[in-house]
């Protein structure tokens, strides 16, 4: 996709990443994803906030070839993970006369995972602005989300928050803005579940960080760009702040039949009790469903036949998963049968 | 095994309640104990609705 114009001089130069369906060799990737980088053409100096995933280091290449960019002068990494920072050693070769700018940690993990030399990092503090002339670039260290590095950086004249990951979402589009609030709903929640939400409570201190900021638009490393900042805003306080509802998820395997006729009689007699249940057979789910659904879940109950003496492994790795997401639960329980064998259940 | 996955769950700050265990296919009398497990479930969320 060609480089597009999101405010006088300011253009994403990114690439759409239509066919990838896994990430991290863990997450489902239904939607595909993109990998937003922008870049940014003061008067004096320019910047290219973030770049691409080292598989489509050719697509970024082609767009500032496109733009006809000589010239770079800062890459700002707002995060040191590859599929953002990983074709910096590209385009440092093609640019040798940038800095790379970073927090102190993401020079340090830069230097690590990518070994580029540290003497073409420079470190920003908190805060710290940087002049591209008529533009400015301020950097927000917000640590956590969802490494320890990471950082936000807030062009002040044209009002855009470039976040990174935070409120991004897997989503290959071909509209650079949101169009279809729905499914930018569906996937930055889906995004925020496996990616943010182990981080709830540090999200929400970075939440009230950026409080006080004018922004007109966000434009996430990930998915659709937020020419209305309140929607994406909106949704995160909710994911974040809001008591978990009245919502039990119920995932669960059965082998032979028996677990499943349980959670059927389970689910009916909760849903007579007016408890909305969201059911997930791990046999064939999506965890990035189940994910999704534990956000604003207060009870799990998780379903399970012994297999070999313990649980079954799909009800372990979904255990193991949910447990790691921390997402708000308040209330647990299991359900489940055996054929022979009742002493491994007390065990 | 209820200890295998409660112990999985240690991140989490989360009330177990009582579980349903059967051998076999589920009778009459296992039907009951889901029955009271969701019951269960329903005071829990109307006592964490109150609380909040």
């Known amino acids: 996709m060609k480089p597009r114009e999101l405010k006088p001089n300011v253009y994403w130069v990114g690439a759409v990443d239509w066919d990838r369906r896994l990430f991290d060799e863990l997450i489902p990737l239904p939607d595909g994803t993109s990998y937003n980088a922008y870049l940014i053409k003061g008067s004096e100096k320019t910047a290219l906030i973030d770049t691409v995933d080292p598989t489509m280091a050719e697509e970024l290449i082609s767009n500032l070839n496109q733009l006809d960019v000589k010239h770079i002068d800062f890459m700002v990494a707002n995060h040191a993970e590859q599929d953002h920072s990983g074709t910096l050693p590209r385009i440092l070769k093609l640019y040798p006369n940038a800095t790379v700018v970073a927090t102190p940690k993401c020079k340090t993990l830069l230097t690590e995972l990518l070994l580029i030399p540290e003497s073409k990092i420079m470190a920003v503090k908190d805060g710290e602005t940087l002049s591209l002339g008529e533009k400015t670039l301020e950097f927000i260290h917000v640590p956590w989300v969802h490494w320890p590095e990471t950082m936000l950086t807030y062009l002040r004249e044209d009002r855009i928050l470039f976040p990174c990951d935070l409120f991004g979402s897997h989503l290959a589009s071909s509209d650079l803005y949101v169009t279809d609030e729905a499914t930018v709903h569906e996937a930055a929640k889906r995004y925020y579940a496996e990616i943010m939400m182990p981080f709830r409570t540090i999200v929400q201190k970075n939440l009230e960080k950026i409080e006080d900021l004018q922004i007109d638009v966000i434009a996430p490393s990930h998915g659709p760009i937020y020419d209305k900042p309140g929607f994406i805003l909106e949704a995160y306080r909710d994911w974040v702040y809001a008591s978990p509802k009245n919502i039990v998820v119920l995932p669960y395997i059965s082998m032979h039949g028996s677990t499943r006729k349980m959670v059927k009689h389970l689910v009916s007699a909760l849903v007579e009790r007016g408890i909305t249940v969201k059911q997930f057979d791990l046999a064939k789910t999506d965890i990035g469903k189940l994910a999704m659904a534990l956000v604003d879940a207060i009870t799990v109950v998780i379903g399970t036949p012994t297999v070999l003496t313990g649980a079954h492994p799909k009800v372990v790795y979904a255990v193991y998963l949910t447990n790691a997401l921390r997402p708000k639960l308040k209330f647990a329980s299991i359900i489940g049968s055996y054929g022979w064998g009742a002493g491994w259940w007390n065990r | ?52």
Do not use: C, W
């Open chain 2, 1 to 52: 095994m209820v200890e295998q996955i409660t112990e999985m769950l240690s991140n989490l700050k989360v009330q177990l309640l009582e579980p349903v265990v059967i051998k076999g296919f589920p009778k009459k009398e296992d039907f009951k104990a889901l029955d009271r497990l969701a019951d269960e479930i329903l005071n829990m969320h109307k006592s964490y609705e109150f609380k909040g």
